[in-house]
């Protein structure tokens, strides 16, 4: 899967307006792909005019499942998030059951990526709906890095404190411990600086937020994590 190979992503939120210009900078940022998703208010309908407008550019297109609403054809990944600290029991397996007795017959697994997240951000989205246990210290986030890397096997470690900065030593913790996971930071990076930091760290590095609040900083953000790679 070419993914192994991504520095820089976008997420986007199917819930959040963009303009027609300001997608156009962000898919022709020099980013290595977008990835489509959010927590909360994703809909069939709000997934597939997303996707439908990114196809106009040439870039590589995941969607991150978070309901089975949201499930749309086309997209050419499929990443499915397992919460590893996530408390409500919902949201630690049972959404992946149904979701498999609705769609296994037809998933392509070549297409799938496991995503094993470490939810850090106590208040964010994610946090409260996934219930996370969100005080981790760097042995125990060394912990949860061997759980998704060295005992499920995981293609992707993913480190998400969704809406603030976090912490570049606990990124840091995981780079020492993981061997094959492809480690993912996102959460707050605002500025080329954050970016870097975190691109010292994480294989990839994934700017939300920071496309709908200050375009220009975030485009500086593809600069900076390749110049850091
Ligand atoms: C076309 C086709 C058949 C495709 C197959 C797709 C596929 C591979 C399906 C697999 C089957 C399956 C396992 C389905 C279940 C999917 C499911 C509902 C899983 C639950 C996932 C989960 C634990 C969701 C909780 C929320 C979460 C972890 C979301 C991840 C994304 C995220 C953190 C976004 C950031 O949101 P945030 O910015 O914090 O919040 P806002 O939206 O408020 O901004
Ligand atoms: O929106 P931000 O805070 O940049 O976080 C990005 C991503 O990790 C959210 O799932
Ligand atoms: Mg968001």
Known sequence: MEMHTWKHVFKLDP??????DALELVCESGTDAIIVGGTTNVTFDNTIDLLSRI???????ALEVSNMEGIVPGFDFYFV??????????????????GLK????FIKWE??????????????????????????????MKAYARLADQMLRLPVLYIEYSGTYGNPDMVKAARKVVQNSQIFYGGGI??????QEMAQWADTVVVGNAV??????????VEAVKRQK
Not at 55 to 61: D, G, I, S, V
Not at 111 to 136: H, K, M
Not at 212 to 221: D, G, P, R, S
């Open 15 to 20: 819930d959040k307006e963009i303009s027609d």
């Open 55 to 61: 196809r106009r550019y040439a870039l590589p297109c």
């Open 81 to 98: 998030p397992l919460v590893l600290n996530a408390q409500n029991p919902d949201l630690i397996l049972g959404a992946h059951v149904e």
């Open 102 to 105: 609705e769609h296994g017959p």
């Open 111 to 140: 297409e799938v990526a496991v995503e094993g997240y470490v939810v850090c951000n106590p208040d964010s989205t994610v946090a409260q709906l996934t219930e996370s246990r969100t005080e981790i210290d760097e042995d125990t």
């Open 190 to 195: 605002r500025t080329p600086e954050q970016a």
């Open 212 to 221: 709908y609040e200050n375009i220009e900083h975030a485009l500086a953000t």
